[in-house]
């Protein structure tokens, strides 16, 4: 990933936590555990995919967000069935939610967590706060609701299981629009993942086509009749769904557009240097990791 080590005094790199500490709960097996016999395999996945990403790449600004925290949430206040369809996650992973974050903190990652916005809001927020440094972002996450962030050629989405890193032309590539329409397209198409229905009969495609067609979501929704002109499949249909469910949608807007300003610590410095090897070595020890991981992170921090 040579686009990523070019000069990154100046690049900050923004990990959405929770994609990958879900993915290393389902790969690897609870017969990992620790002293206690409690399963850490959620957090033997992240390390080894930090020890993969610190060996990929020489970070010198990171933070790692958290989802979790949240004792309000600012999205289901809106909407209440916002990820209603979601199952809450086992009681053994929310413990070893709070082991990566715990373990995150003592490798020296500055780590965030919000009572009342997702993981994505402090990314947004982070991001926005060094752009006005003047730094490249990268953001290391699967998910396409962060594509919103990207806003030039200094910004990346990286998919770091898939090894696919996304510039705003793979995102207009793969979505029909560019990075900030996003939230627009989501609004209009839905999003199962977070139980966001969108418009009837609308989807990705047709969304990506009628956003195309005007200057934005609101020029949109104040021409549903304008449907008609386009070669659009059913147009006259989907202008009468649109027409009918607009308040739905403004709502809908309002749930994917990420904030940019969420009240995080405003001090928070993201600056990283790594550990000595003997101090992560003792650290994971204590964590009953064994001698391969630690291996691992004892080559990144003598290289």
């Known amino acids: 990933m040579s686009i990523h080590r070019e000069n990154t005094n100046c690049r900050v790199f923004l990990i959405d936590a929770s994609i990958y500490i879900f993915r290393a709960w389902y790969i690897y097996p609870e017969t ?33 967000a958290f989802d979790g925290g949240m004792k309000l949430d600012y999205r289901k206040e809106l909407y209440p069935a916002y990820k209603a369809n979601r199952e809450p996650p086992p009681e053994e992973l929310k413990y070893q939610f709070g082991l990566c974050m715990d373990v995150a903190q003592k490798l020296g990652f500055q780590c965030m967590q919000s009572n009342y916005y997702e993981a994505d809001d402090i990314i947004a927020t982070l991001a926005s706060r060094y752009k006005q440094l003047d730094f490249g972002v990268t953001i290391v996450s699967a998910d396409k609701d962060l594509a919103q962030i990207m806003e030039d050629e200094h910004d990346y989405l990286w998919d770091f299981a898939r090894n696919e ?28 993942v977070d139980n966001i229905p969108g418009a009837n009969g609308v989807g990705v495609k047709t969304a990506a086509r009628l956003l195309g067609k005007f200057s934005s979501l609101d020029e949109l929704l104040a021409n549903p009749d304008k449907f008609k002109q386009y070669k659009i499949r059913n147009a006259v249909q989907i202008g009468e769904a649109i027409y009918n469910d607009i308040e739905q949608i403004r709502l809908f807007h309002k749930l994917t557009v990420l904030i940019n300003n969420a009240d995080i610590d405003e001090t928070a410095d993201c600056h990283w240097s790594c550990p000595n090897a003997d101090a992560i070595d003792e650290l994971l020890m204590g964590y009953n990791i064994d001698n391969i991981l630690r291996s691992r992170f004892s080559r990144i921090a003598t290289s």
């Open 32 to 64: 990992i555990t620790d002293e206690q016999n409690r399963p850490i395999n959620a957090l033997y996945g992240f390390l080894y995919f930090l020890s993969d990403f610190l060996a990929d790449v020489n970070p010198k600004h990171i933070a790692i």
């Open 165 to 192: 890193v996304y510039d705003a032309q793979r995102i207009v590539d793969k979505f029909g629009v560019m990075p900030n329409k996003i939230p627009e397209l989501l609004a209009l198409a839905g999003d199962k």
